[in-house]
């Protein structure tokens, strides 16, 4: 027989246990955390969820336990005070005695579970299974109608559990209803905007993924972006579209280009190649003249807008006033490269970086991976957001490529 505290029922011990049995005072707690103003709002969600599955008897059996017979078991046990807590576990343990049957008391606090052992119960620690599903800056939910209707209620409860600046897709019934995204304080709507390329060639994205990077790259409020992605996703075409469009509408003052020297595997190193620094840089910045042409590619170096900086020349430099330092190939980065770079960004300045942890070309990457770290650290902090991109939009005979793996 299972017996929960409110811990154990607000982490979600019904998903594991059944037919589970409940003090009344957990209902009031829970009613008390519905409408409480200090309560976080996905906490205030988790208890109105529980609320209704127990009006409904949906998996819960309720306690009335004789409170004089409580009130007698605390004052035989001298670990027991007469608080809430306490009276739940002389609940179990009352149930316990009248049933006859062995109760497991389940809860996910630990002072709980300590007391709970010394007063002879059978105890068991429940802890909230962690979502191991790789964090790609997004996520899709299938919410029942009365989450729809507090979303678009009460966009500010976070009733999906969002980190902040993550994107939420909406399915009902298996077709994707809608986009929001939690900015930390409450969920709106997936927006952004095409626009003209330097040349005049509409830019716009091409999926849904890509729409969402969008919309993350025209948000100036978040100042370390992260695009992951495989080979034609369009991950390096859609931040560098933006970076020329972000100096030209005068957001950025200029952009420093920078990558780690490392070549791609059974390639020669850049030293081998011929002329002062920026030209041996120069292949690593053609990606650019692709999107606009060789000529406009000299003429961003040659005016400053674009300076190339290979990464071993970041330390002691300070980006500030509008600068962009956007890197390319970041699969190439240690924890130390990240934090370097995250070091150089100053007020009004922005870090954009691209990657593919597919494409890692040294075995130190592998083993100290530098924007794996990144992800891990700062998802969820207000002035971090990423998208990862998941569909080729280069070619169907470069998704071929795929097939070697």
Request: hydrophobic share 35%.
């Amino acid at each position: 027989m299972t017996f929960a505290d409110t811990s154990a029922i607000l982490n979600g011990c019904t998903d594991t246990y059944t037919d589970v049995w409940i003090s009344r005072l957990t209902v009031a707690e829970l009613e008390n955390i519905k409408t409480s103003e200090t309560k976080d709002s996905n906490i205030k969600y988790l208890a109105r969820k529980a609320v209704r599955a127990i009006i409904f008897n949906n998996g819960y059996n309720i306690y009335h336990p004789d409170e004089r017979k409580i009130d007698k078991f605390i004052k035989k046990h001298s670990t027991l005070r007469d608080i809430n807590d306490h009276r739940i576990i002389a609940a179990a343990a009352l149930l316990q005695k009248e049933k006859d049957y062995d109760v497991n008391f389940v809860t996910s606090d630990g002072a709980q579970y300590l007391t709970a052992k010394n007063v002879g119960l059978h105890a068991t620690f429940y802890e909230k299974k962690e979502n191991k599903e790789e964090y790609c800056g997004w996520k899709i939910v299938r919410p029942a109608n009365e989450q729809l209707a507090e979303l678009y209620s009460h966009p500010e409860n976070n009733i999906f559990a969002a980190k902040a600046n993550e994107f939420i897709e909406i399915y009902v019934e298996n077709e994707l209803k809608d986009v929001q995204f939690w900015d930390g304080k409450k969920y709106r709507p997936l927006k952004y905007q095409n626009f003209k390329s330097t040349f005049g060639e509409k830019v716009a994205p091409r999926n849904l993924e890509q729409k969402m990077l969008f919309h993350l790259l025209q948000n100036e409020n978040i100042k370390i972006k992260l695009c992951l992605g495989s080979f034609g996703d369009g991950k390096t075409w859609s931040m560098l579209q933006h970076a020329l469009k972000g100096v030209k509408d005068g957001r950025f003052s200029k952009i420093i280009f920078v990558r780690n020297n490392v070549v791609t595997k059974g390639s020669r190193d850049i030293g081998y190649l011929s002329g002062n620094l920026v030209e041996k840089i120069r292949p690593y910045l053609m990606p650019i003249a692709d999107l606009t042409s060789v000529e406009y590619l000299d003429e961003l170096i040659e005016t400053g807008i674009l300076e190339p900086v290979p990464l071993a020349f970041m330390r002691g430099r300070d980006f500030s006033n509008g600068t962009l330092v956007f890197c390319d190939e970041a699969e190439n980065l240690t924890k130390e490269n990240i934090q370097l770079l995250i070091g150089r960004i100053g007020d009004e300045s922005e870090l954009w970086v691209a990657g593919d942890l597919k494409q890692i070309d040294d075995k130190i990457f592998e083993r100290n991976n530098g924007i794996q770290k990144m992800v891990d650290r700062l998802k969820g902090n207000e002035l971090f957001g990423m998208v990862k991109l998941i569909k080729s939009e280069r070619s169907r005979t470069s998704q071929l490529a795929d097939l070697l793996d």
